[in-house]
């Protein structure tokens, strides 16, 4: 296997940047935001490593691969359930949690093609679920956030555009993503004043 230098820097740039957000999250006590980042940095670090290696082990492949995966079906909904508990949406945080508990709760019912869908159905929940509260809300961060999430699934992880590995796109366009969602969660509400009569 060749090294691929490119996916490796963009993994690190989603890490750093998922990194920090958790952090930050952290700080302001979004203790459910910070989870989710902190998964999808943790699948980004395992990448850095993966790609910037010339032959990695089959087992760091499947370490990549099932961080990958919790990233998808924890982290974001993670990200989504600390979206719609910002904005008291009670009842899209449960489905949020439930479905993400139900997917994990099965993984080892299911085979792998099971999984991959499952994971798809729990992560595009998540997305429409920030989206939608982000709409509602008129959250611009979090619109851009989503967007960019939806941007990067039609992206895709499979062949080159513009001269370079597609997944290296896809890394960077989540990046924006989630330096657009950090900012949604961190956004103070603006006060509404009211005129007296």
Known sequence: MVRQLSTSISDLVLAAISFRASYLLFQNSNYTACVGFFLIAFAASHGVVRFGMTSPSQLLVRCHYTAAWVAQIVGIPCIAI???????????????????????????????????????????FAVFSILGVSLIRFNPYGIIGGLCVVLSVFIGVKGTALRLPRVDWFHYVLAIGNVSFQLALVQKQSPVYYESR
């Open 82 to 124: 600390a979206f719609t508990l910002k904005e008291h949406l009670n009842t899209v945080a449960y489905i949020n949690a439930a479905l993400s508990v139900t997917c994990l709760a099965t993984a080892r019912l299911t085979g792998p093609s099971t999984q991959e869908k499952a994971g798809g159905i729990v992560g595009a």
